[in-house]
């Protein structure tokens, strides 16, 4: 099982950029898929999340600026962030666990984790 982010950079403020989440060794289709990120000095915020069947959920920092979506074909989740904010700025991780349909509750249900990809948001 592997996770691959890409797409973070560096972006100012009211700029977009789309994060993707490249998964290998399952199926995204039967296992749901949560976006974390980490601001420096600061701990592992749940950002958005997936389940299998598509439904989809936001974390009220991001409600209306994100939008998370799946592509079956490519296996590959993604993560568009718009009118950012230099509060965004964080790594930004996805993470899975395989068979699990479901969002969890808690980010540590997740066993699954990428190496995150850094997203920057300063003028």
């Known amino acids: 099982v592997q996770l691959m982010e890409s797409g973070g950079g560096l972006v100012q403020p009211g700029g977009s950029l789309r994060l993707s989440c490249a998964a290998s060794g399952f199926t995204l289709t039967s296992s749901a898929l949560s976006w974390a990120r980490q601001a420096p000095g600061k701990g592992l915020e749940w950002v958005s999340g997936i389940s299998s069947d598509g439904s989809t959920f936001y974390a009220d920092s991001v409600k209306g600026r994100a939008t998370i979506s799946r592509d079956n074909a490519k296996n590959t989740v993604y993560l568009q962030m718009n009118s950012l904010k230099p509060e965004d700025t964080a790594v930004y991780y996805c993470?899975?666990?395989?068979?699990?349909?479901?969002?969890?509750?808690?980010?540590?249900?997740?066993?699954?984790w990428g190496q995150g990809t850094q997203v920057t948001v300063s003028s």
């Open positions: 993470a899975t666990t395989p068979g699990r349909s479901v969002v969890p509750a808690t980010l540590h249900e997740h066993n699954y």
